[in-house]
């Protein structure tokens, strides 16, 4: 069954840190994106990986291949930051099978 | 257009009306996609197309849906005899390739609440 499963389902954390959110899938897959939805606002797309590592500002995304997994870090994290983050994958076809998200809260 | 364009952006029906959805994509974007997410749930792919056809239609939840797309362009999504399990906020999305090769843009969304 193709399955995505995100973790930490809910993040809140103080700005400055540095935040992880991981993704895991259960089978192979062809690509891998990291979406970002603003409270009342329209989703975005941060990154689509199929190997390695993008960097973007202070957001980093990262896949492994083998362990099917990918994490989402954010550096010097700023309140602007807090949106739901979420994990959607294609695994080879032209579905995308979301997982159900990360709600990330950035307090000052 | 300089990004997905939806409308409306809400919409407020009665059950049993019948609604259509517009999407305009990022002009030269072959793949359209249809989303749906319900209050409170995660996003749910409903149908795709590259061009003007549709591969796969199996998302889409009930036969009271459809969808065209034309010129390989507008989509619109159709909701035959609404229910208010049909109340969503109903996400466009296009990307240059099909899937998996590009980034997906996203619309606004369209609010449907059937009352």
């Known amino acids: 069954k193709n399955e995505v499963e995100q973790s930490p389902q809910n993040l809140t954390a103080q700005e400055g840190e540095f935040i992880t959110i991981n993704c895991s899938y259960s089978?192979?897959?062809?690509?891998l994106h990291w979406l970002q939805q603003h409270p009342g606002g329209g989703i975005v797309s941060l990154f689509m990986?199929?190997?390695g590592k993008k960097k973007h500002g202070r957001l980093i995304a990262t896949i492994n291949i083998q362990e099917k997994h990918s994490s989402l870090h954010i550096t010097a994290s700023h309140p602007r930051d807090s949106a739901v983050y979420i994990c959607?994958?294609?695994?080879?076809?032209?579905?995308?099978?979301f997982g159900t998200g990360t709600r990330l809260t950035i307090i000052p | 257009g300089a990004g997905v364009s939806q409308s409306p952006s809400n919409k407020v029906t009665e059950k049993g009306k019948d609604v259509e959805l517009r999407c305009d994509p990022i002009?030269?974007?072959?793949?359209l996609y249809w989303y749906r997410q319900s209050l409170g749930q995660g996003l749910e792919f409903l149908i795709y197309?590259?061009?003007?056809?549709?591969?796969?239609k199996s998302g889409l939840p009930s036969d009271r849906f459809s969808a065209e797309r034309t010129g390989g362009s507008v989509s619109t999504l159709t909701i035959q005899r609404t229910q208010q399990e049909d109340s969503a906020v109903y996400l466009c999305?296009?990307?240059?390739?099909?899937?998996?090769?590009?980034?997906?843009?996203f619309g606004e969304g369209s609010r449907l609440t059937v009352l």
């Open positions: 999305a296009s990307s240059l390739g099909g899937p998996g090769t590009g980034e997906l843009f």
């Open positions: 089978v192979g897959i062809s690509a």
């Open positions: 990986l199929s190997s």
């Open positions: 959607a994958v294609n695994f080879g076809n032209e579905k995308l099978t």
């Open positions: 002009s030269g974007h072959t793949a």
């Open positions: 197309f590259q061009g003007n056809s549709a591969p796969d």
